[in-house]
Structures are given as C-alpha cells and as structure tokens.
C-alpha cells in the first residue's frame, strides 16, 4: 500500500504505523490494512483493529481535502501473559485465569505461585496444575483465555458416631457361612460352636465415635470437623450393660442371639432334642432350638426363632423371627396342590438345605442349600437356592410369589414341570399405596394453595387488635399445613422410587440352565420358556419381559 509504513520502534515492543495522505492514490481500507499490519513478523503482536481505523479515517480525511499532513499512531504493541485469580465465596478452591500473552513474556510457575500467596491463596496449591496451564498456554493462540483450578482445600470430615459390632453371628448367618473344616473344603453340618449363649456372655460392643479430620480452605482458615455423637444401646430383651465396661453388653440369659436393627436380643431358648409324639408340640415364648428331628404331624410355635439341627417332616412350624433347618424337609401335597402337609411360616426369613412339598410364607428371604421342588412358596424377599455367594441349586415344580430376585443354578427341569413365579402382590401393594399418597398429596395442595391465597388477602387488610391474636394462630396452622405438605411430598417420591426399584428387583437369574415351562408374571405382562437355554437372565425392562443370556 502507497503510503503506509508499518515499523517497531526502538525498543521492539510497540508498533508504529505512519500514513502519508500526498502519497495516496486512493482512500485506504481500514480492514484491508489491519490484516496486513497482523501478519508477517507482527502476528505474534498485540493489533489494536479500533486504532488503525481512527488512523485510516484521519488520513482518509487528509487525502480528500489534500493535507499532506502525516498520520502516526502506535497501534500494537507486545504483552506479556495476564494472570488474574478466582475464588468462589465459599473458599474451597481458587481458579487462575491465564491469558495467552501477545509475543511477551510466559511467567513461571514459581511466579505464579507467589502471586497467588499474595491474593491470599495460602493451601493447597497444585504446582502441576500451574505447569500443565502454563503449557496449554503456550500451544494457544496469542489473546487466548485458559481457565483451571490451580488450587483446592479440603473439606472436614465428620466424626463417625458410636458403631455397634455384634460379637456373636445369628443363627442364619452360621447357616449360610458354613466353617470350613480343612482349609479348603467346606462341611455343611458344620456349624460351629454352639448356637445359644450362656449368661454373661459379651455378646455386643460399642466403638466409640471418631472426631473426624478438620479441612481447610484455599486461604489457609481451618474448618473444624464435627466429632461423632456417642449412640446408646437399644437394649434388646435378655442383655444387660457390663458392669465393668460401659461400651459392653452381656447377655443376662443363656439364650439364642439375635442382632437385627441395631437391636441385640437374647431369646430364651427352649431346648429339646427332638419333636416327636413322645416329646408333644412345642409353644414357647421365645427361641426354639431342636437339636434332632421334627416329626410328622408335630407342631412347633414360637416368638422367637426356631432352628431345627435336624429333618422335618409333615411338620408345622410357626416363628416370630426365623426358621432354620440345616437339614431337609419334606411334605405331601394333595391332588390339586391346595393343602400342604409341611408348613413353615415366619416373620423373618426361611432357610432350609433341601425340600419338597413344603409350603413356605415368610416376610422375609427364602433360601435354600440344594434343592427345592414341587412346593408353594410366599415371600416379602428373594428366593435363593445355593450358596448365598455363588447360587448352584436347583428349583423347579413350584408356585413362587416373590418380591424380589428368584436365584438359582437351574430353574425348571428336563421334564418341563411347570416352574411359577409370580411378582403381581408386592407390585399392587406399592402402586396402592403411591396412588392413596398421590390422592392425598393433590388434596393437601389444593388446600394448602387456598389457605394461602386467604392469609395474603388478610395481610393486605387492616386487622383489628382483637383479631389478631387469630390471624397469628391461622399463620401457624398454615405454616404446620405447609410442613406436612413437605413431609407428604418426600414420601411421595419416595414411594416413586420404591416403585421403580421393584421393577428393577424382580428377575429370574439361572446360573446353570433355564428349562421350558418357567413362567414368569408381573400383572397382565406374562413371559413363558418355550425351550432350553443356557446361563440367563429374565428381567422386567420398559413395562416387557426381556430374556438375555449371562455372559459374566
């Protein structure tokens, strides 16, 4: 371009740009102009767009009246890398904003960590981070803005309150975790020590609370942690707090253990070493401990758990905890399956190693060492036959209503007897529920929004003095209104989740095989095996059943 002379200055660090108007043989172009002065030995160089314009307007000017007067503007110049801080107002972490500089100087991490002391970033500062920023800066274009946390605090940690370690394991849990009698193999009978405690047998121990670990933020202040809070003993029937050790608790009774929700209960245990006409049926306040068989006819109640070390057959047992067999047990069952000979009903859970023709109905788990067939089975739980940790057994020619996962090596048989399992119960039982709550909470809504729509029309009326001691009882109403509301919305969701954790609880899992004849139901959603296949998985997805294979 005629005219135009684009030079550093003496010191190389600005840009002078001087027009000669006389020398013009037209208007300059102020964009034009700009792109020739950002490239070449330039480009590296901070370019002012706004300054070369008011430098070509002038000369423009200059060119059109004549004036040979000259333009010279300094319109570029070199800058180093801009380094500003942030840090949020809760002081957990501090971000350093790093701007690209225009042919100057790159600070080093060491200069930048002593600009951050002095902006009062005293913790936790990342000198690897300040390096990886101040690389990503270098590979980026001049004017460039790069933005990451260079510094980060640590929060408190809360002391963890008092933790309550059982010393003695339930009953079930011998049972499912059977001792292993050489190193390697595992014996079945095997079922350790004895079941029952004598008296004075510590049985529960309080770990005191931590204090937990204080933080700090970015700016040094220490933020103090909240220590665990001492929790005291639920204290369950049959136990006592040790006179010597205020964090210990005893067993007042000989009795069965029984540790469930934070509560240690002894159960006064009834012993015998069988049941059988000659010993009679069995009603006791407490745990039943059978150290033999349960014959046929026999009765057995009791408040407590029962666990048979033994055979059961055609038996009756009733329980108000669990019921135990760590042998078989075994039934008849008439010609339409409607009357069972064996019953087994608990309020816990139900284990027994292997059975047939057995009703069951428990609260709780059903599970099963071996095998179990041609049985009614109704559960609050799973239903798992084989070990808990890797589940082998077989289960097929049953009526199953679960509310959770159906568990097994095989399920069905190469015969094809019919195997069903049925998921409805517990589903309905849950949706009536969340449709009574959604009822209620669309009731409470409505009112609540007219409540409160009446108190803004009285606040915007003069009240007199002797009414007023109503409007502040109504305010309180409405706000005891509003705080049940709340409490009625969190369980609403609650059941919402309650409802799509069933769906993704209920399933089929046949570790070995899944034979023809396994049915499956969740209300009008049937899913039936017409064939044999290997390791599979039956699940409820998108309002379908879906069989897929096990491939882990």
Request: one cysteine or more.
């Amino acid at each position: 371009m005629k005219g135009v002379t684009v030079s550093f200055d003496n010191s190389k660090n600005y840009v002078d740009l001087t027009l000669k108007p006389a020398e013009f043989d037209k208007e300059l172009n102020s964009k034009a102009l700009f792109d020739r002065v950002a490239e070449g030995e330039f480009q590296s160089l901070y370019i002012s767009e706004s300054t070369i314009k008011q430098a070509c307007d002038k000369a423009n000017h200059y060119y059109k009246t004549q004036d040979p007067t000259e333009v010279t503007e300094r319109v570029g110049e070199r800058r180093n890398a801009e380094v500003e801080f942030r840090i949020p107002e809760d002081g957990m972490s501090a971000s350093l904003v790093l701007t690209a500089p225009y042919g100057g100087k790159m600070p080093s991490p060491t200069a930048i960590k002593n600009l951050a002391l002095k902006n009062k970033i005293l913790r936790g500062i990342g000198i690897k981070r300040i390096q990886n920023m101040l690389i990503e800066a270098k590979k980026s274009p001049p004017g460039s803005v790069i933005e990451g946390v260079i510094a980060q605090g640590l929060p408190p940690r809360d002391g963890k309150s008092s933790r309550f370690a059982p010393l003695v394991p339930n009953a079930l849990e011998r049972v499912l975790r059977p001792q292993s009698s050489d190193g390697s193999r595992v014996d079945m009978r095997n079922l350790g020590e004895v079941i029952c405690v004598k008296a004075n047998t510590e049985v529960l121990r309080r770990t005191p609370p931590t204090k937990g670990r204080s933080g700090f933020d970015v700016r040094g202040n220490v933020l103090p942690a909240k220590a665990g809070e001492w929790l005291q003993f639920k204290m369950g029937s049959g136990t006592r707090v040790s006179d010597h050790d205020e964090n210990l608790l005893i067993s007042a009774i000989a009795g069965m253990p029984k540790y469930q929700d934070v509560t240690m209960n002894i159960d006064d245990t009834f012993i015998c070493s069988g049941v059988n006409v000659g010993s009679g049926h069995v009603n006791y306040d407490g745990a039943v401990l059978v150290n033999g068989d349960v014959t046929e006819k026999m009765i057995i109640k009791a408040a407590g758990d029962v666990t048979v070390n033994g055979f059961v057959e055609s038996a009756r047992i009733e329980s108000g905890g669990d019921i135990i067999i760590t042998e078989g047990a075994m039934g008849k069952v008439n010609d339409n399956q409607s009357d069972y000979s064996c019953q087994l009903i608990a309020s816990g859970n139900v284990h027994v190693q292997h059975g047939q023709g057995l009703d069951i109905q428990c609260t709780g788990n059903i599970t099963v060492g071996r095998q179990l067939a041609y049985s009614r089975l109704r559960c609050g739980g799973a239903v798992i036959v084989g070990q808990i940790d890797n589940p082998q057994g077989n289960l097929f020619a049953c009526d199953i209503v679960s509310q959770s996962a159906i568990v097994a090596g095989t399920l069905g048989a190469v015969s094809g007897s019919t195997l069903k399992v049925d998921f409805s119960p517990g589903f309905n039982l849950i949706i009536e529920r969340k449709d009574n709550l959604d009822e209620l909470l669309k009731q409470l809504r409505e009112n609540n929004l007219r409540h409160k729509e009446k108190i803004d029309y009285i606040k915007t009326k003069i009240i007199p003095k002797e009414m007023r001691d109503k409007v502040n009882e109504a305010l309180e109403l409405l706000k005891n209104e509003a705080a049940l509301l709340s409490w009625i919305e969190d369980k609403a969701l609650e059941m919402k989740a309650a409802k799509d954790n069933y769906q993704n609880d209920i399933k089929l899992v046949a570790n070995k095989r899944l034979y023809a004849g396994v049915a499956v139901k969740l209300n009008n959603r049937n899913w039936r095996s017409e064939r044999e296949y290997d390791r599979s998985l039956v699940k409820y997805e998108a309002h379908q059943w879906h069989h897929e294979p096990l491939t882990s």
